[in-house]
């Protein structure tokens, strides 16, 4: 299905093509027409055409991928300490990103409390990804669609330049 819908491309830039050899006319022979303009269509097909298609990278399984994933090789993020952001503050609560499904939510701690602003990378410990539960008179978990962390305080790049 491929080749045919090359081969159909192929003919439809040789017939709108200006190029003589292109369209099967002899070489030899001297036009009086001034050439055709190339389409935008043809030039990136001859473009495209140019490229060498031996270079294209080895392609992958789906399993082979996930084994080479960043997530895999962390293993068990229960107790990892990450780097997160804060996003986003309501009153004593701080929304902090660290780069996972869910954010989480962390009170502001009262030392040092003005430190803690929007923008500010904190260091995190991993309780849990997702805090799932089944909830009273319900017969399936439900998550809150955060993740449960600790916050271990300021990272080390942001105290330093408070300093």
Known sequence: MLNRNAT???NLARRYSSDSQASGEDPNIVSTTPPKPKSGFVKAFEKFQSLDSTDKEESYTFKELLMKSKFIDLGDPEGKIVTGKIYHIVEDDLYIDFGWKFHCVCPRPKANASSYVRG????????????????????????????DCVLLGLSQDQSARNI
């Open 8 to 10: 159909f491309l192929w």
């Open 120 to 147: 500010a990378k904190v260091r995190l410990m991993i309780k849990d990804l997702e805090l799932s539960t089944r909830f009273l008179g319900y017969e399936r978990d439900l998550t809150l669609l955060e993740a």
